[in-house]
């Protein structure tokens, strides 16, 4: 007991040191870190904030109208016997390829806060949805860091392939571990057709409400995300200033 006290103050002390020092080195640099915040912030607003946002409406808006339900069902068949997570993970898994991250995150979390998924199976998930979106991946990298469209292709697919070898490497993890019922059974689209219903009947909010709480919650994330882009890029920049890492 004593030992894990002493680790809780340890953290607790250099934690506050760590904020302290951040903070001082922030004032003794201003001109630095105004410009990195300035940088980061340009980052977020031209680039991650148009990218992301139109993904984050429209995964809100799915997962209301109970579509995620409705794959669930009807892609339990392929989801649990190759990565060993329920149905709900395609969802996640297209959305995460589609737009990259940080929404295979989210999405993982949501489903974890409906009790679509444990938390082993989460776990699972998060391991392989997570991936750079396809625009950055041709066009920051291929053409502006090879300067090569045609690698575009290869980076992706390398990519790709090896975030589903990890979700097959990760199926076996937490193996022992009890998962939610499986959804396996006859008439797989009926039943799918049925979820979609009930999940929609259940949540009952109007179109217009769940629009508009799906801009306001998709808003809100990006804030969030904006706020640790500025806040590290001022934090690696001072750094860079101190030497303490190298520029």
Request: aromatic share 12%; with cysteine.
């Amino acid at each position: 007991m004593k030992t894990r006290n002493k680790k809780v103050f340890l953290k607790s002390y250099l934690s506050a040191s760590i904020a302290v020092f951040i903070t001082i080195s922030l004032v003794w640099f201003p001109e630095h870190a105004f410009e990195a915040a300035v940088n980061g912030l340009n980052i977020w607003w031209n680039v991650v904030f148009p990218a992301l946002l139109p993904f984050f409406i429209c995964a809100e808006i799915l997962m209301g109208l109970g579509v995620v339900h409705f794959m669930g069902v009807l892609l339990e068949p392929f989801m649990r016997p190759i990565f060993n997570v329920p149905g709900e993970g395609s969802f996640v898994m297209a959305m995460g390829l589609a737009s990259g991250f940080p929404i295979g995150s989210i999405l993982t979390t949501r489903l974890r806060e409906q009790n679509l998924c444990t938390k082993t199976e989460g776990e699972r998930l998060m391991s392989f949805t997570n991936t750079a979106d396809p625009l950055f991946m041709f066009g920051a990298v291929a053409v502006g860091m090879f300067g090569n469209a045609g690698l575009g292709a290869a980076i992706a697919a390398a990519h790709y392939l090896s975030s589903l070898s990890v979700g097959l490497i990760m199926r076996f993890h937490g193996s022992k571990e009890r998962s939610l019922p499986s959804k396996y059974g006859r008439k797989i689209i009926s039943r799918a057709f049925t979820s979609l219903y009930e999940a929609r009947k259940k949540d009952g909010r109007p179109v217009g409400q769940l629009m508009g709480e799906a801009i306001r919650n998709s808003v809100n994330t990006l804030l969030l995300i904006g706020g640790f882009i500025i806040l590290f890029s001022v934090i690696i920049n001072v750094f860079k200033v101190l030497g303490v890492i190298g520029v």
